[in-house]
DNA sequence: GCGTCTTTTTGGAGCGTTCCAAGTTTTTTC
DNA sequence: GAAAAAACTTGGAACGCTCCAAAAAGACGC
């Protein structure tokens, strides 16, 4: 493959020369630039090829995307949720002219991709196990980390509590009184059940955000002289298909179903229709995100909405503004559609 | 920021050793890889740096994804089927231990991109005005195009004139005698409207694909003794929400309205809804494309499908494998649902 | 202890570029 | 037509790494 080098020894030039014909032109005169350029097109020489740039400059000029949890990169295309996120990164980056990169971190090898991928800043979506801010920190990039908090580094998060408690709330208010609690798995694996009685106050690992809209639904339902403890926790991976299917054997009685993604929410509606059981004549569903999905199930779901889009893209603009630490809290709103009603009779 | 040859200096170590340590421990006495990372951890070294191992080596350890036409990266994340297909590229990706980039290109930059994005092979798809392919072949990567034929260079395409074909006999054999086509605008821009008499033959550009269509549609019409210069063909960006008002307010007396992507089919069946229009008693309705989407509508979706997850999974083997250029062409096959009926009376 | 074989370590070469201060050529001015 | 100013070109330095052939160190057998 030939070089800058090989195409100013062709053309009689130096090497700056040839550099300054691709990057800066202007500055080149225009027959010293004609004679380059032929040179160039004889030798079949295409451009300064980005290897030696990215050395020299030091920029890659792309950002990297790094899923939360057990996630890889393709279930951000699956999840409604991180579509969104996603999108909104993907926004602030086409108007920075950056590339994104979706990089892909499995467990162990979420270090090793910080240390290694090929880009200027991160997102990172939390870890449970890994210490993705150590890794972030010694590779000396600006980085954002999402849904976990941290002295002097960037972070956005939401309100978990107070979504969880608007959301309680909302079922008490409409008169219920038998509650399941559709939470996160943020490992891989099957369904966790927990029944009252057989378990100790403690839910599985899970991030900050879990453990907040856990006492967030606490909280609410002693507002309502009622205790977490006597309610089902079922805790399922974002996707797992059969998370409806488990409420409905494991929580029988159940007349307000809370769940922590509209991912989940859909999946619990998407069981009732197969169970002739109807939303929300016999059963009220709370989603959790506000994503757009939701407004198009049937019935439209009700729903803890934040902005995803404006988060990704927030996010996106902090790792390329590189400013000093913020730590942002987004609100939550509590939208009311289709799948919540008073309990029957 | 400290370099191998600083850990060296310190460890009392060559540069090549130290590089052994983080790359092949094997290699390295274990005092002496002691007595290194000692000193890396002294120094706050993290590592190589990936922008020398990037010269070094030649690889980026990343494939590019460039959206068709108008599109942006932000739009793969809206679009029901390039949702799938990047899908179907990530878990290629995730597979073979490969970053994703998603490359932006809007239109004149879209060379430039491919001549400065830092990756070892593309998938693009196919844009109407740049000539992509010979800036890809200049940039002597790997890549695959899609919807695009081409001798000599990696293509993947659907079998757009059965698709198009069998659509329109599902439709006539029905019943079905007045029809509508929405099809697709390649560039940005309003709707273009076509109605019969006041058009020439030929519509406006786009892909190969689209014209392959356009030609599946007149055979199947003329099968049964229609033209289709007599029928209206509506042109959208796919994404456009009002597509379906377009096609309603300009085509009021269709009973049969085909379309080019589900996308835009969801549209026609949202402005039905809100017209009070039924489908598929007032109307009947065609999808293209077979995403996940289009069984989750209401009604769920009559569309010409093909394995978009899988053409982007072979996507991406087939640059990650930089065989020699191979031409594929997918098949494809009428999924019959609940948005096709025949018309009334 | 000495030669032989094996395991470790070394340091030069090269990857391709851009920056920049210094040098050279061309243009302008009087 | 010479001096001054402007425009353009040059080539060394640096970016940080990994490979590899060769040198050095260590292990082993007798």
Redesign the pocket.
């Known amino acids: ?1 030939p ?3 090989d195409v ?1 020894k062709v053309a ?9 014909v ?3 032109p ?4 225009s ?3 004609e004679r380059v350029e032929a040179a160039a097109r004889q030798l079949g ?1 295409d ?3 980005p ?3 990215v ?4 920029k890659f000029n792309a950002i990297g995307l790094m899923p939360p949890g057990a996630y890889a990169i393709a279930d951000m295309m699956r999840s409604p949720y991180l579509r969104e996120l996603v999108l909104g990164v993907s926004l602030a980056c086409d108007e920075a002219g950056v590339t994104l990169s979706l990089v892909n971190g499995m467990d162990e090898s979420r270090t090793s991709t910080i240390r290694d991928a090929l880009v200027d800043g991160f997102i990172l979506g939390h870890s449970v196990d890994i210490d993705l801010v150590g890794s972030a920190r010694r590779r000396r990039l600006p980085f954002v980390i999402l849904e976990s908090a941290g002295q002097d580094i960037n972070s956005i998060r939401i309100d978990g509590r107070s979504g969880a408690l608007i959301a309680v709330r909302h079922l008490t208010d409409l008169g219920h009184r038998n509650f399941a609690i559709l939470s996160v798995r943020r490992t891989a694996g099957p369904p966790i059940v927990h029944m009252p009685g057989s378990r100790k106050h403690a839910i599985t690992a899970g991030f900050a955000l879990d453990y907040e809209r856990l006492e967030g639904f606490a909280t609410g339902l002693a507002e309502a002289q009622l205790s977490i403890d006597d309610v089902p926790i079922i805790e399922t991976i974002p996707g797992d298909p059969t998370a409806g299917a488990v409420v409905f054997d494991r929580a029988p009685d159940a007349t307000a179903i809370l769940t922590m993604s509209d991912w989940q929410a859909i999946s619990v509606l998407d069981e009732a229709v197969r169970r002739g059981i109807s939303v929300p004549e016999h059963v009220s569903v709370v989603g959790f995100d506000g994503t757009a999905a939701s407004a198009r199930t049937t019935p439209p779901l009700t729903t803890v909405a934040h902005d995803i889009v404006g988060k990704g893209r927030l996010a996106a603009e902090m790792v390329l503004a590189n400013a000093s630490p913020k730590q942002i809290v987004m609100p939550v709103e509590l939208v009311v559609r289709d799948s919540t009603a008073q309990p029957r009779g």
Do not use: I
Request: no cysteine; glycine share 18%; aromatic share 6%.
């Open positions: 493959m070089t800058l080098a100013g009689g030039v130096s090497r700056g020369t040839v550099s300054n691709f990057n800066h202007e500055l080149v005169r027959d010293v630039r020489y451009g300064p090829d290897r030696g740039r050395l020299r400059d030091g």
